[in-house]
């Protein structure tokens, strides 16, 4: 009994110092812990003015129990070299995560132009996002902008993933990237071509054989696998054989992590109320895309060539805001969250390149601007109502746009999440003790 009051003792003292640290000496930089690794998705191949827009499943990823620090993408050649977006237009790259049953091979099945998951061994895992069902429930997913805009995740905080205790009995967790890309190298416009408008890629069915809806002009409906931009009369160049390269940057679990969530909220959503329902995605309607119309002539004499957009979504949990940064398409000037009291939560901006070199590419964003707020000083509230804007030129129109707001959001700051970790792991030393 004497050894048990000495370990209690002990214990407390522990715990009572930690507790009364103030919080930015309760923990130390992990950054000298944070590994990282260069991967390439599978090859793919694109000749003038066709298009990939794959679904590659299993692919390298760091394993096990780990917080996510940043990832980082761009298209490259067989050389390795960066490929520019006047080239090869990289639309999107999003990565998933899902769980597997365990001993199968490479598990998925071909519907149309997609490799798809068979749902009877698969789970896909989303985000915490609030689009109805699996849209836009990817982990990571940038465009154009990938080369210059930041995904690094401050300390102490990270995405965790590879917990045991969630992951099913008899499965593993793995990973998915999805690859858009056009070739625009000898289209006719390249523009057009990037904006999936439908007249250039002589399109009328969708991918499933479908026929497109009235009045749709361009999007993802008319840019799938394997379709083909119009090029100029007698171009002709070779095929090249492409890679996505991905760095990924994480550290190895433990209790000094603060984990975040991830959200993605979309501009077109709209929101109908319903006392019925029992999802809680299930009144959300996130169409992803959406259409900017040319302004009047009147207007492009002035200033008043702008489109702008918005949507007000309710938040039923909220929290600290760790990061924040939008993705839109050509012609986008930016894009704000603001909370219902009118508070600017996060403002993102693009930068468009200059030049001919990648990263660097004349009229197409190569950046968006991101939000680092002081962890504390940014937070939304349970049931809060937040408003999206996104603001694009209209000067000339736009198909195919997006206005997507990707957030890393905290339950908890540092001092609390170390605190109630501590807690806990006391009482289980003093169950421990007295059992």
Same mark, same amino acid.
């Given at each position: 009994?004497?050894?048990a009051?000495?370990?209690?003792? +002990?214990?407390?003292?522990?715990?009572l110092?930690?507790?009364?640290?103030?919080?930015?000496?309760?923990?130390?930089k992990?950054?000298?812990?944070?590994?990282?690794?260069v991967?390439?998705s599978?090859?793919?191949?694109?000749?003038?003015? /066709?298009?990939?827009?794959?679904?590659?499943?299993?692919?390298?990823?760091p394993?096990g129990?780990i917080?996510?620090?940043?990832?980082?993408?761009?298209v +490259?050649?067989?050389?390795?070299?960066?490929?520019?977006?006047?080239e090869?237009?990289?639309?999107?790259?999003?990565?998933?995560?899902?769980?597997?049953?365990k001993?199968?091979r490479?598990?998925?099945?071909?519907?149309?132009?997609?490799?798809?998951?068979?749902e009877?061994?698969?789970?896909?895992?989303?985000?915490?996002?609030?689009?109805?069902?699996?849209?836009?429930?990817?982990?990571?997913g940038?465009?154009?902008?990938?080369?210059?805009?930041?995904?690094?995740?401050?300390?102490p905080?990270?995405i965790?993933?590879?917990?045991?205790?969630?992951?099913?009995?008899?499965?593993?967790?793995?990973?998915?990237?999805?690859?858009?890309?056009i070739d625009?190298?000898?289209?006719?416009?390249?523009?057009?071509?990037?904006?999936?408008?439908?007249?250039?890629?002589?399109?009328?069915?969708?991918?499933?054989?479908?026929?497109?809806k009235s009045?749709?002009r361009?999007?993802?409906?008319?840019c799938?696998?394997?379709t083909?931009?119009?090029l100029?009369?007698?171009?002709?160049?070779?095929?090249?054989?492409?890679?996505?390269?991905?760095?990924v940057?994480w550290?190895?679990w433990?209790?000094?992590?603060?984990?975040?969530?991830?959200?993605?909220?979309?501009?077109?959503?709209?929101?109908?109320?319903s006392d019925?329902s029992?999802?809680?995605?299930?009144?959300?309607?996130?169409?992803?895309e959406y259409?900017?119309?040319s302004? /009047?002539?009147?207007?492009?004499?002035?200033n008043?060539?702008?489109?702008?957009?918005?949507?007000?979504?309710?938040?039923? #949990?909220?929290?600290y805001?760790i990061?924040?940064?939008?993705?839109?398409?050509?012609?986008?000037t930016?894009?704000?969250?603001?909370?219902?009291?009118?508070?600017?939560?996060?403002?993102? +901006?693009?930068s468009?390149?200059?030049?001919?070199?990648?990263?660097?590419?004349?009229?197409?964003?190569?950046g968006?601007?991101?939000?680092?707020?002081?962890?504390?000083s940014?937070? +939304?509230?349970?049931?809060?109502?937040? #408003?999206?804007?996104?603001?694009?030129?209209?000067t000339?129109?736009?198909?195919?746009?997006?206005?997507?707001?990707?957030?890393?959001?905290?339950?908890?700051?540092p001092?609390q999440?170390?605190s109630?970790s501590?807690?806990?792991?006391?009482?289980?030393d003093?169950?421990?003790?007295?059992?």
């Open positions: 009994m004497c050894s009051s000495r370990d209690l003792v +002990i214990s407390l003292a522990i715990l110092v930690v507790l009364s640290t103030p919080c930015s000496g309760a923990f130390g992990i950054e000298n812990n944070i590994k990282s690794a991967f390439l599978p090859k793919f191949e694109l000749g003038p003015g /066709s298009v990939v827009n794959r679904y590659y499943y299993d692919i390298d990823f394993r129990h917080a996510l620090k940043s990832f980082n993408a761009e +490259i050649d067989e050389a390795g070299n960066p490929v520019p977006l006047h090869t237009y990289l639309h999107h790259w999003v990565v998933g995560r899902y769980y597997q049953r001993h199968l490479s598990h998925t099945g071909n519907d149309g132009h997609h490799r798809v998951l068979h009877s061994d698969s789970v896909f895992v989303r985000n915490n996002g609030i689009c109805q069902k699996d849209i836009l429930g990817q982990y990571y940038l465009g154009s902008e990938t080369r210059g805009t930041a995904t690094d995740i401050p300390d905080f990270g965790v993933v590879g917990d045991p205790a969630e992951i099913p009995e008899g499965y593993e967790e793995k990973w998915m990237v999805n690859v858009h890309a625009t190298r000898g289209v006719e416009d390249k523009l057009g071509c990037t904006e999936c408008r439908c007249d250039l890629y002589n399109v009328t069915i969708d991918e499933y054989g479908r026929p497109l009045g749709y361009g999007g993802l409906l008319c799938y696998d394997y083909q931009c119009r100029k009369e007698d171009y002709e160049g070779p095929k090249r054989s492409l890679y996505l390269r991905y760095t940057k550290v190895d433990d209790n000094f992590i603060v984990p975040v969530k991830i959200y993605i909220l979309d501009v077109t959503d709209t929101l109908k109320i019925n029992k999802e809680m995605n299930s009144d959300h309607d996130c169409k992803v259409e900017v119309e302004c /009047s002539k009147d207007n492009k004499d002035g008043g060539c702008l489109h702008v957009k918005r949507t007000s979504l309710p938040m039923r #949990t909220g929290g805001v990061y924040g940064v939008a993705h839109q398409h050509s012609g986008g930016g894009s704000t969250l603001y909370g219902q009291d009118g508070r600017v939560i996060c403002s993102s +901006i693009p468009y390149g200059n030049g001919n070199e990648a990263g660097d590419e004349a009229g197409y964003i190569v968006m601007s991101t939000c680092y707020p002081q962890p504390g940014v937070k +939304i509230i349970d049931g809060e109502t937040l #408003t999206l804007e996104s603001n694009y030129s209209s000339q129109g736009h198909t195919g746009v997006m206005g997507l707001f990707y957030l890393l959001v905290a339950e908890q700051l001092q999440h170390f109630h501590l807690r806990s792991s006391f009482l289980m003093v169950n421990n003790i007295f059992n």
